[in-house]
Each structure stands twice: as structure tokens, then as C-alpha cells.
């Protein structure tokens, strides 16, 4: 059975509690909704607008946010050009920083990773409204759950007994995807059959997988592809035991209340990004589909099936 049905199977799934924690989508009250697009309205009161002198940006923790930094800055200088503003980068240390930091007004445009999209969208007003793909328009990733050779772990059931890495609760293939996969398919409780552990992020996990550290762990196969090509890890130092569906990858956006002119420009800068020869190409074309540019999505289609895992993880968008 695929995970995607799975998923239209598993009501009532038990899992870990997560920290955001109504299993249908939801917008939190301080936020309308009139056209039925599942995201934040932009104001209609100009006094509850936003205007920066500096636009605040941050990219999904999926590794240390020192390896970013460089990647994105040929970026966040376009970005300055097409908005006449200037732009910082903000090193977030986990999704659950980064999600509050949008929500208590210090964050004006980001890349959430896949699972704290639907967070971000329903407690913090994130509006996405781009993702990375190829030139023919591929995007995606697949969740992994890896091993390394020599670990006696060559199927899921052997994972009985032993500790399994995740990334954090907001991850999806760090923590959603696998939860709902042992779950349903293969019978396997948290704390019951396999000891959970969360290392933080998906570079932490690989890592600690390569280094024996952890018999198992969850992780988005597009980081380890990086990591790979940055030479990391050796492609021979972990296995994989499964392997996903596609899912989208980081979605792109900006805070609701940004003003509606200077939301446009912040559209326009993603968009006519030229990455040739660029710090952003040359990081993730490693990925598989090779992500070469920035193409539109909308929240309500694309993250379609990370919210079905939200559902039958009973996960809830109560803001706190």
C-alpha cells in the first residue's frame, strides 16, 4: 500500500504529541480568509499593513544555517534591487523559531520546510507562493529511512527494539510521513515497538546514521543528495530501507500583512532570479529533480497531501 493511501485509511492514528499541536485545516482567528484559498487575506485596513526599511528573510533549518548564508546571498541582493530595500538574512535555529518569529511580526519573507508550511500558513499568516523545481517543471523530494551497512537493519520490521532518529514535529519526512508510515502499515508504535529520538535537523540525522550513531533514522533523501555532493557524507556510508511518494519540497512566501506593493516585489524578485552561475544553482541542482528556478504554487493544491498527514496524525494548528 502506498503511503498516500495510507493515509486515506489511518483516521484516528496515534502518534507523538506534537509541539503545535483539530485534525482539519484551520486559519487561526486573527486571520480572514473571504476568497477560499486556505491562506491568510492581505488587510483590507491600511493601519494593519507592514512597510520594513528591512525585509527579514529566512530559509528552513533542513542544515546548519551556516551553509546558507553564502547560497542565499546573491538571492537576497537581487531581492534588495527589485524592492529598493534591504535584506537580511536570519539564521533560524528550528522550524518552531522560525514560525514564531513570523508570527510575532520579526520575519517578513522565508522557505518553510514541507511539514511546517501548513503551521506557518495557519498561525503565523505565511502566504507561499513559489518552490523550487526544474526547468520542465519536476519538483519534489521522497522520504527516506536510512541505515547503515553492517547495522542488521535491512527491512522496517528490524527497526523493533531500536532507536529511530526524527527531525523535529514539524518535519513531514522527518517526523509526519515516517510517523504515519509505521503506524498504519506496519504496525509499529512510538515508545511501544522502537525508541524515537529527534536530533533537530535532517543534516544531524544523516550524519549521525553515517556515524553509527543512530541504527535508523527519517530524512528528506533531497539534503542527503547535498550533502553527498558537497561531500559530507560518502553515498556508501548510509542505505536506504524505504523510500516515499514525491512531496513538495520548501515552499516560498511572505507574511500577510506585508504591504500589497511590496508583496509584489518580493514575488517579482523570486521570479526573475537568474540563476545561471549562481550560489543558488550551484547548491541545489544536487537535488534530485535538479531545482534550477522558482516556480508559482498555491497552498491549497500543492500542499494537498502534506495536509491528509496532518489529518490522520490528528495534528492540530491550535496557535500558541
Not at 499593513?49 to 529566512?58: E, N, Q, S
Not at 529511512?145 to 553492517?150: N, V
Not at 509499529?188 to 550513531?213: L, Q, R, T, W
Not at 553515498?235 to 511572505?254: E, H, L, M, N, R
Amino acid at each position: 500500500m502506498s503511503l498516500l493511501k495510507t493515509l486515506a485509511t489511518l483516521a484516528g492514528a496515534t502518534a507523538l504529541s506534537l509541539t503545535f499541536s483539530v485534525s482539519a485545516f484551520a486559519l487561526d482567528a486573527r486571520f480572514k480568509d473571504a476568497n477560499g484559498d486556505m491562506v491568510a487575506d492581505t488587510p483590507t485596513n491600511p493601519a494593519e499593513l507592514i512597510d520594513p526599511p528591512t525585509l527579514i528573510f529566512a530559509y528552513t533549518p533542513v542544515e546548519d544555517p551556516a551553509v546558507y548564508a553564502k547560497v542565499w546571498d546573491g538571492f537576497l541582493k537581487h531581492m534588495e534591487k527589485v524592492t529598493g530595500k534591504k535584506v537580511q538574512f536570519f539564521p533560524v535555529q528550528s522550524n518552531a523559531a522560525q514560525i514564531e518569529a513570523m508570527r510575532a511580526g520579526r520575519l517578513h519573507v522565508a522557505g518553510f520546510n514541507t511539514g511546517s508550511n501548513p503551521i506557518a500558513v495557519a498561525c503565523s499568516g505565511f502566504v507561499p507562493f513559489a518552490m523550487m523545481a526544474s526547468k520542465k517543471d519536476e519538483f519534489g523530494y521522497e522520504m527516506e529511512i536510512i541505515t547503515y551497512p553492517g547495522s542488521g537493519i535491512e527491512k522496517i520490521e528490524d527497526i523493533k527494539g531500536k532507536k529511530l532518529a526524527f527531525t523535529s514535529e514539524t518535519s513531514n519526512s522527518g517526523f509526519k510521513a515516517p510517523s504515519a508510515l509505521l503506524a498504519q502499515e506496519f504496525k509499529m508504535d512510538a515508545k511501544k515497538d522502537y525508541e524515537p529520538v529527534f536530533s533537530g535537523k535532517h543534516d544531524n540525522s544523516i550524519i549521525g546514521v553515517a556515524n553509527k550513531d543512530y541504527p535508523a533514522a527519517a530524512i528528506a533523501n533531497s539534503v542527503k543528495a547535498r550533502m553527498i555532493a558537497r561531500n559530507v557524507i560518502k553515498p556508501d556510508a548510509t542505505k536506504v530501507i524505504y523510500k516515499s511518494q514525491t512531496f513538495p519540497t520548501t515552499g516560498y512566501g511572505y507574511v500577510y500583512n506585508l504591504k500589497p506593493e511590496l508583496a509584489a516585489k518580493v514575488k517579482e524578485a523570486f521570479f526573475s532570479f537568474n540563476w545561471e552561475g549562481s550560489d543558488l544553482l550551484k547548491e541545489f541542482e544536487k537535488s534530485q529533480p535538479p531545482q534550477e528556478k522558482f516556480m508559482p504554487i498555491t497552498f491549497k493544491t500543492h500542499w494537498e497531501v502534506v495536509r491528509q498527514i496532518d489529518k490522520a496524525l490528528n495534528v492540530s494548528y491550535a496557535c500558541k
